[in-house]
């Protein structure tokens, strides 16, 4: 059962890179991409999970971290 | 260190950690990829129909599209660093050199006659202490005429 890391509004800090085992470089260009390829503002909140799935506010998945890298 | 030498550094360090790209999507419920695909001639980074199931890659479940949405990113196309590079080859998408506006035309129509939205998004990440860069109106007067809205998301880490 994937484990939540970070569901707060702002950019994620270094703690998810390193959960993620990514650098904050790629952690920040693959959250922007994975926003706009699901039609969301880059302000909007999504919820990270320690497998690297990523879902809107609702739960839905929009995709994976360690797909854009 | 001298004065010149830590400056020298300081520069290359602030290269080397800047990143910058930009990304632009077409959506809404009646958007047919392949339409805008075909208007554009370019293929799509991601592209998909509003409940169409997809895969985002090999990691994790398929997702299902809330909307359609055509969606191109410059981060794998455009290597420099300086955003106005990336927002120029978005216009030259939508309006490329000696068209005479009819790609925009033709988009326009598409987007008024499907109720589709048009967005921009500007990536930018750089060392504390850099300025953040202004986005060229040069460089998006094409894309506001579609008319797509403009995101920034800069920040300094």
């Known amino acids: ?20 085992g990514i650098t904050r ?17 880059p302000a909007e909140r999504v919820i990270i999970y320690d497998d690297g799935t990523v879902t809107d506010e609702q739960g839905d998945v929009l995709g994976n971290i360690h797909n854009e890298i | 260190m001298s004065k010149a030498m830590s400056s020298a550094t300081s520069t290359t360090k602030s290269d080397n950690t800047m990143r910058a790209f930009a990304t632009l999507r077409f959506a809404g419920d009646a958007l047919d990829p392949d339409e805008i695909s075909r208007v554009i001639k370019a293929k ?7 409940g169409e199931k997809y895969r985002s890659g090999p990691h994790g479940p398929e997702v299902t599209g809330k ?20 927002l120029n080859a978005l216009e030259r998408l939508i309006a490329p050199f000696g068209d005479q506006g009819n790609r925009l035309r033709e988009l326009h129509d598409l ?21 953040e860069p202004s986005i060229p109106s040069v460089a998006t ?4 005429r579609l008319p797509a809205d403009i995101t920034p998301d800069f920040a300094t880490e």
């Not at chain 1, 470089?25 to 503002?41: C, T």
């Not at chain 2, 799509?44 to 509003?50: E, F, N, S």
């Not at chain 2, 007067?141 to 506001?144: C, V, Y």
């Open chain 1, 1 to 20: 059962m994937a484990r939540i890391i970070w569901d707060r509004r702002e950019n994620p800090t270094e703690y998810v890179s390193d959960q993620l």
């Open chain 1, 25 to 41: 470089e790629q952690l920040g260009d693959a959250i922007h991409e994975i926003k706009a390829a699901s039609d969301l503002s």
């Open chain 2, 44 to 50: 799509p980074t991601r592209a998909y129909r509003k």
């Open chain 2, 67 to 86: 909307t359609g949405v055509w969606y191109f990113s410059t981060r794998r196309k455009i290597p420099s660093k300086d955003l106005a590079d990336h």
């Open chain 2, 111 to 131: 987007m008024e006659r499907e109720n589709l939205q048009a967005h921009v998004t500007c990536f930018w990440r750089g060392p504390p202490g850099t300025h």
């Open chain 2, 141 to 144: 007067d094409a894309l506001r």
